[in-house]
């Protein structure tokens, strides 16, 4: 069965990155966000983040996965979330959203802490 490499959230199991697996097997999860992984806000215009806004993600919030082929994730890997060994794909409204949002909600909160 063809798989496939996915960079997902360790908490939450959100995919933030889908490739085709090389048949060396998955790679490191250092040699694909070194010392961190950048994410741009594209969900639209935010008065709290500005449109630009970009979170430098530790490889400690990270993990890669082998899972299944499922070309849907190679195309829109944010619609997914690992779940039980697969990836599937997360609705637009309802708890997949809200936990997604209290997530980097919480991120923010850290990351402000820290100064």
């Keep these: 069965m063809p798989k496939m490499t996915v960079l997902c959230l360790k908490d939450t199991g959100h995919v933030l990155a889908a490739v085709t ?10 040699s694909v966000v070194g010392d961190a992984f950048l994410l741009r806000n594209t969900i639209g215009a935010n008065p709290n983040l500005g449109d630009d806004a970009i979170f430098s993600l530790p490889p400690s919030m990270l993990e890669v996965k082998s899972v299944p082929l499922d070309t849907r994730a190679i195309a829109h890997p944010q619609s997914f979330v690992v779940n039980g060994g697969i990836v ?15 997530h980097w909600r919480n991120f ?5 802490c820290r100064g």
Excluded: A, H, N
């Design 108 to 112: 923010r909160l850290r990351r402000k």
């Design 21 to 30: 697996e090389p048949p060396s097997g998955p790679p490191k999860l250092e």
């Design 88 to 102: 599937v794909q997360v609705s637009t409204t309802g708890t997949d959203i809200q936990r997604y949002r209290r």
